[in-house]
C-alpha cells in the first residue's frame, strides 16, 4: 500500500466512523467473522479525557467530579494542536468545525496540493508516519496490545537498540504489538522501531519486516 493510502486510512480512522473485522463466537461454539463499527478515534479519545478507557469510565467521584485521564488529555491536546495549525492555515477556514471536521478539510487540500505536486516526498512520508502514530496511540489506549521485542536490527534506520525516554534504559529498537481479539493476529499486527519511529502495519508490513530481516536488505551494519 502507497503512502497517500496509509496517510487516507489513519485520517478516516481518526475523524470517521470506521469498522473492524471480529473474529465471534456464538452460544453453539459457532465462530464467524463480524463486522463492528466504532466511532471516530478522536471522538473516543474526546470522551476519555473526562470518563477514562477503564471498565469504570465516567463514574462520578464521590465530591461529584468526573476524574481526568491525565494521558487522554495529554495525547488529545498534542493533536488538536497540530490539527488547529495546519487548519488555521487554509484558506476557507471556518471557525465552527470540530477537530474531526477540521482533519478532513485539511486533508482534502493536502491531498489536493500532493497531486499536483506541491507536496515533497520527505514531508509526505512525515505526514503519513506522523498521523499513522497517533492512530496507533489512540487505539492502544483503548485496546492494549501483547508485545514482544526484536533484538535485530531495524530495517529503516539500522538501529538495533534505542533508549526509553522515561528512564534512559536501553531496550530493543523493534517493538512488534498484536491484538489477539481480531480476525487475524497479522492484520492488527505492527512493529515500531523505537529509534527512527518508523510503523509498519498490518500482515503486508509484517512480511515486509520479516524478509528484510531475514536477507538483512538494506540494514546499516
Known amino acids: 500500500m502507497s503512502d497517500d493510502m496509509f496517510l487516507r486510512d489513519a485520517v478516516m480512522k481518526l475523524a470517521r466512523p470506521h469498522t473492524t473485522r471480529v473474529l465471534q463466537a456464538n452460544d453453539a461454539g459457532i465462530s464467524c467473522i463480524s463486522e463492528v463499527e466504532h466511532e471516530p478515534l478522536l471522538t473516543q479519545l474526546r470522551a476519555a479525557v473526562a470518563g477514562g478507557t477503564s471498565p469504570r469510565a465516567g463514574v462520578v467521584a464521590a465530591d461529584g467530579k468526573i476524574p481526568l485521564n491525565p494521558a487522554a488529555s495529554e495525547l488529545f491536546t498534542t493533536i488538536a494542536k497540530q490539527i488547529n495549525a495546519w487548519y488555521i492555515a487554509l484558506p476557507n477556514r471556518r471557525e465552527d468545525r470540530y477537530i474531526q471536521d477540521r482533519l478532513i478539510d485539511w486533508y482534502t487540500d493536502y491531498e489536493n496540493r500532493r497531486r499536483a505536486g506541491q507536496i515533497s516526498d520527505v514531508v509526505d512520508h512525515d505526514v503519513t508516519r506522523l498521523l499513522e502514530k497517533w492512530e496507533h496511540q489512540i487505539t492502544s489506549m483503548f485496546d492494549p496490545p501483547s508485545s514482544f521485542e526484536l533484538t535485530r536490527p531495524c530495517p529503516e534506520c539500522g538501529e538495533r537498540w534505542a533508549f526509553d525516554p522515561k528512564n534512559g534504559d536501553r531496550i530493543g529498537a523493534l517493538l512488534v504489538e498484536y491484538r489477539t481479539s481480531g480476525a487475524s493476529i497479522f492484520d492488527s499486527a505492527t512493529v515500531h522501531c523505537r529509534a527512527c ?10 512480511r515486509e ?5 531475514d536477507h538483512e536488505t538494506g540494514v546499516v551494519a
Not at 197 to 206: E, M, Q, R, Y
Open 197 to 206: 519511529d518508523h510503523l509498519w502495519k498490518g500482515s503486508h508490513g509484517s
Open 209 to 213: 519486516v520479516s524478509w528484510a530481516i
